[in-house]
Every structure is written in structure tokens, then in C-alpha cells.
């Protein structure tokens, strides 16, 4: 199930590596987790869909591609980071008022063909109920209960609306 991106969010998006890629080029720097988390908030914007009853449903799966480097560095924090990235970004949505299917499952992944310092997001929308052997809820970093206790924690106070 994949969203129409607005056409100006691809306008913006292009402008952006137009912009960041001299950049990235001229002054290398390490990828900082703040960076991240603010690229993860803006995939959620552009691939949060509208449905019925003016609800939005944001996406629930983040593949993060980053160069080597950036994932040989980010890998030995790799489950407090994804688990930071979890809670912002469904403080985000809470913002937002977007809808959330579950928690959403973050997974890191190293990419040859990005320079250090870049960084590409890819989501999708993946049904809470079928396990249907793609891998998506077997790779995911909370347990059933540990995944109950958020959405207790969660579902009273921030309005979030929970599948």
C-alpha cells in the first residue's frame, strides 16, 4: 500500500539533495541521530495517508539506509537509538493527531552507494495482524509485552488512535 507523494514534496525533496549533496561532498561529517530522527519525522509526513473520516495513517515500517561508515558507527547503540526513534516518532504522530497502526518497527541498514553523511528513508504500511512471512513483525525489536505496556502507557494520555 503505498502513498502518492504530493508533487511539491518530491519538488522539496529534490531541492533538499540538490542543496545537501555539495554539501555532503565538500564537508564530511558523521551522521548524528538527531539528523535522523528529524529525516524519520519528515517520511512520516510525506507518506502519511488520508482516509476516511479525516483521519491520517502515517506509516508503520522505517528502513534506514546509511553508508557504512555512518552504520559501523550507529550499530553498537543501535537498539537504544531505535528505541528513542520508536518514542519520537510516536510523540510526533501524537502531535500530528496522525493514526498509528503500531509502534513503529525502525530497522538500520547499510547502503554502498551513500556517501558518509547521507542518509535514505523508506516506509511502508504493514498490517499489525498478518505475519504473512515477509519478516516485518519477526524482526521487530519489542516483545508482545513489552508492546502492551507502551500502548497503555500511550493510549490514555496522547490521543492516539491504535488499530
Known amino acids: 500500500m503505498n502513498a502518492r507523494r504530493n508533487p511539491f514534496a518530491k519538488l522539496e525533496a529534490f531541492m533538499q539533495r540538490m542543496i545537501e549533496a555539495p ?22 509526513d510525506d507518506n502519511t495517508m488520508l482516509q476516511g473520516e479525516g483521519r491520517r495513517l502515517s506509516p508503520n ?21 531505535t528505541r528513542d526513534w520508536q518514542n519520537h516518532l510516536v510523540e510526533f504522530a501524537r ?3 496522525y493514526t498509528l497502526k503500531t509502534v513503529p518497527i525502525i530497522r538500520l541498514h547499510s547502503d554502498t552507494s551513500l556517501r558518509p553523511g547521507s542518509v535514505r528513508i523508506e516506509t511502508e504500511q504493514a498490517d499489525a495482524r498478518s505475519n ?6 519477526s524482526t521487530q525489536a519489542l516483545s ?4 502492551a505496556q507502551i500502548r497503555s502507557q500511550l493510549a490514555p494520555k496522547s ?3 491504535w488499530y
Open 132 to 137: 504473512s512471512g515477509d519478516g516485518l513483525m
Open 144 to 147: 508482545a509485552e513489552q508492546l
Open 61 to 81: 515500517v522505517y528502513d534506514i539506509y546509511l553508508s557504512i561508515n555512518d552504520h559501523q558507527q550507529m550499530a553498537p547503540g543501535q537498539a537504544s537509538l
Open 95 to 97: 502531535r500530528r493527531h
Open 23 to 44: 554539501f555532503n561532498r565538500l564537508f564530511p561529517s558523521k551522521m548524528e541521530p538527531i539528523e535522523i530522527a528529524r529525516k524519520l519525522e519528515r517520511a512520516m
Open 159 to 161: 490521543g492516539i488512535a
